[in-house]
């Protein structure tokens, strides 16, 4: 009997021994992974030693920091310089438009081309700087601008000064030879009729004379259009009062049209500028936060302090 279980008992010693080893490897494993998480919770548990050590309000620390990101994020997200970039194009490009809307008026436009490029610096500059009050020297010239626009006549100001100080000369020398030079023009080159057809049965020299016909016919409606183009209407309006009634009728509807056209862009205007100008109030307040976020930090002693500031004069263009 003990033959017998002998080979019985040894096979279990070899079960007995399989087994050992797998919950041995299997103790080891689980030993491993329990080794790493305490070396984890370790590190933590310094590290909140060493912060609270260093500072009392660490919690509040990584709050603001956290806050702070957050923040960062957002303005990358706003881009406000690009919008203050976008904001002054469109300024200037209103400022052109203005002007290339003054000048129907006539000779007035030219002389207040130079004011108008002063006050597009002039507004560009407060803009940037966040100031929200206009000046009265700003007010009076959209005043003018907006009434010259609906075709009314402006205000004594600072424009009557402008228009006073010119002297009569220049006007006279810029309005009197227009007619002239129209005048000669239509004296020059009077009409000219339209070359005869050619048969189609026509000799070689023919065609060669039917073809420089044609040439000299296209080189002078060329001048014509040229010439055409060259010519400006009357500054004497008065002159229109000989034209036929259809004439004059068509004339003063397109003139009412002209002028609906104007307020309309005059409204336009004024609310693309106010739209801007709540948007402009937008980016200054994000500024103002971002600047105190940037002194608070400035006073604590973080040392993620010196990379967030980094960033925010990055984003806020400064050195």
Request: aromatic share 2%; glycine share 6%.
């Amino acid at each position: 009997m003990t033959d017998d279980n002998q080979p019985q008992t040894a096979e279990e010693f070899i079960d007995l021994l399989s087994e050992k080893d797998d919950v041995i490897l299997t103790l080891t494993a689980r030993l491993e992974e329990t080794a790493d998480q305490l070396d984890r919770l370790q590190r933590m548990g310094v590290d909140r030693l060493h912060g609270g050590e260093s500072s009392g309000g660490g919690a509040e620390q990584r709050a603001l920091n956290a806050r702070l990101g957050a923040m960062l994020d957002l303005a990358e997200d706003i881009q406000p310089a690009e919008k203050l970039d976008r904001i002054e194009q469109g300024i200037d490009s209103i400022l052109r438009l203005l002007e290339q809307r003054t000048s129907f008026s006539g000779e007035p436009a030219r002389e207040t081309a130079a004011p108008i490029a002063k006050k597009s610096n002039d507004v560009a500059k407060p803009n940037a700087q966040g100031n929200s009050s206009a000046d009265p020297a700003d007010e009076d010239f959209w005043e003018q601008t907006k009434k010259r626009l609906m075709g009314q006549a402006p205000e004594s100001g600072p424009a009557d000064s402008i228009h006073d100080s010119t002297p009569a000369p220049p006007a006279s020398r810029h309005v009197e030879p227009r007619p002239e030079a129209n005048t000669a023009a239509e004296t020059v080159t009077p009409l000219v009729d339209p070359p005869a057809q050619i048969e189609p049965e026509a000799t070689p020299e023919q065609l060669l004379k039917g073809i420089e016909e044609r040439d000299r016919y296209i080189q002078y409606m060329i001048s014509r259009l040229r010439q055409a183009e060259q010519t400006c209407f009357p500054q004497d309006w008065e002159l229109l009062a000989a034209a036929p009634e259809e004439l004059r009728a068509a004339v003063q509807d397109l003139r009412g049209k002209l002028q609906s056209q104007l307020r309309k862009a005059e409204l336009a205007n004024a609310i693309e500028r106010a739209a801007l100008g709540r948007e402009r109030a937008k980016l200054f307040q994000v500024k103002q936060q971002l600047e105190q976020q940037i002194r608070k930090l400035g006073k604590g002693g973080s040392s993620e302090t010196p990379n967030v500031t980094d960033r925010l004069k990055a984003l806020l263009g400064r050195s």
